[in-house]
């Protein structure tokens, strides 16, 4: 079968070959370890109206998906006997394509050592949207060391095609490495708060209990020109990524200064720091499905930033794909818990763990089963409580965001 597989992934790698030089799209790769399909769904609120954009679809960025969308493919992984057909298909696609004015959008995930070549191996993009790597990042376990995890994503920065464009968040570990494998071929584009060439700044976010409406703002500056964008959705972090679609819609040549409404079309991925009307008038923050640290911290942060008036709590699942940090992060977790919620649910063996190293465990309720965890909640919760709901894709934690979201 992974003989099969290989065959299977070849062949497309060619037709994408193929594709690509028939039809030309301006290719656009968002890379990073956090961040990326926000960033991708971002982009095509803002240019969607002005481009024919195709794109990887909410981290679905596995080898295969990412060769079927440059085709234009919809793939069901599991009929194998369908493949032929895909083949097929791919091939009719990549010979009679048109030369449109598309961007194609592809969602990097770096996972393993050598995915970096082999994206490099078939697809160059024209433009590289970077968002950055955390402390603690999403599959570290397969590598080595942190400097080796942070240098495979580094190396996508050699498939920028000559002429082509990097655009990044400046952070200290991409500043050092840019430092020492600076390209003169290509340009480049930093985003930040301050010292970049697109700074961004006065960021707000607010949540409207009532309406359970959640509003990010932020201004943005750019060789003089300025502007104020807001998007409807929840979370501290969407402003650097919005900077990095600005700066973006900016390098191919659109006004966005001129467009106060860029974001308009914005729709949040569902289960990522999404507000949701529970039962009796609460506030439900629906962040189940992010396995990474950081993405807890800002869920966390933004809460916090809020200052809700009634009683917040939250509900901590286990997160994967955290390698041998999983026992500092999720002791971390709890302790930036304690620190900023009323009350702190725990759910699986490692919360647990870390509750232990803990010393104020007065606010920590260790609850072995979703059932428990619902029974809590009937007792404790009331009008206009926030409950932070936490937790992996894997773990049942959306059985919890269910129950107290049901009419």
């Given at each position: 079968m992974i003989i099969f597989k290989r065959i299977i992934l070849g062949i497309f790698k060619y037709e994408c070959k193929l594709f690509l030089s028939i039809s030309k799209p301006k290719v656009v790769f968002v890379c990073g370890n956090i961040g990326k399909s926000t960033t991708i769904e971002l982009i095509k609120a803002a240019l969607t109206?002005?481009?024919?954009?195709?794109?990887?679809?909410?981290s679905k960025?596995?080898?295969?998906?990412?060769?079927?969308?440059?085709?234009?493919?919809?793939?069901?992984?599991?009929?194998?006997?369908?493949?032929?057909y895909y083949l097929l298909v791919g091939f009719l696609h990549a010979i009679f394509s048109k030369n449109e004015n598309k961007i194609l959008l592809i969602e990097i995930q770096i996972k393993y050592p050598g995915?970096?070549?082999?994206?490099?191996?078939f697809v160059k993009p024209d433009i590289l949207l970077f968002t950055f790597i955390p402390e603690n990042p999403e599959f570290f376990s397969n590598f080595s060391s942190t400097k080796e995890f942070e240098h495979e994503h580094f190396k996508i920065f050699d498939s920028i095609k000559p002429g082509g464009t990097l655009i990044y968040l400046k952070k200290d570990n991409i500043k050092a490495y840019l430092k020492e494998n600076r390209r003169q071929d290509i340009s480049y584009l930093s985003c930040g708060e301050t010292d970049s060439d697109l700074i961004y700044s006065d960021c707000s976010c607010k949540l409207d209990i009532e309406k359970c409406v959640a509003t990010v703002s932020a201004k943005f500056n750019l060789n003089g020109s300025t502007g104020i964008f807001n998007?409807?959705?929840l979370g501290l972090h969407l402003p650097s990524l919005m900077a990095l679609v600005v700066a973006l819609a900016n390098n191919l040549g659109v006004k966005v200064f001129s467009f106060s409404d860029l974001f308009h079309d914005y729709k949040p991925i569902p289960h990522r720091v999404n507000p949701l009307k529970g039962n009796n008038k609460?506030?439900?923050?629906?962040?189940?499905?992010?396995?990474?640290?950081y993405s807890t911290i800002n869920a966390i942060e933004t809460i916090n930033c809020i200052k809700f008036e009634k009683n917040t709590f939250i509900i901590l699942g286990e997160l994967k794909n955290l390698g041998k940090f999983k026992e500092s992060v999720h002791s971390e977790l709890l302790y930036e818990s304690i620190q900023n919620f009323d009350k702190i649910i725990i759910h699986g063996e490692e919360n647990k763990n870390a509750c232990l190293e803990n010393h104020d465990v007065t606010k920590i309720y260790n609850l072995k089963t979703i059932k428990q965890?619902?029974?809590?909640?009937?007792?404790?919760?009331?009008?206009?409580?926030?409950?932070?709901?936490?937790?992996?894709?894997?773990?049942?934690?959306?059985?919890?965001v269910d129950y107290l979201t049901k009419e």
């Open positions: 109206d002005k481009y024919k954009i195709g794109a990887t679809n909410h960025n596995s080898k295969l998906d990412i060769t079927s969308t440059v085709l234009g493919l919809k793939i069901m992984k599991r009929f194998y006997f369908l493949y032929p995915d970096a070549d082999f994206y490099a191996s998007i409807k959705a609460t506030i439900v923050i629906d962040d189940t499905y992010g396995n990474s640290f965890i619902k029974e809590f909640l009937d007792d404790h919760i009331s009008k206009e409580n926030i409950i932070l709901v936490k937790g992996s894709e894997k773990i049942p934690m959306k059985k919890v």
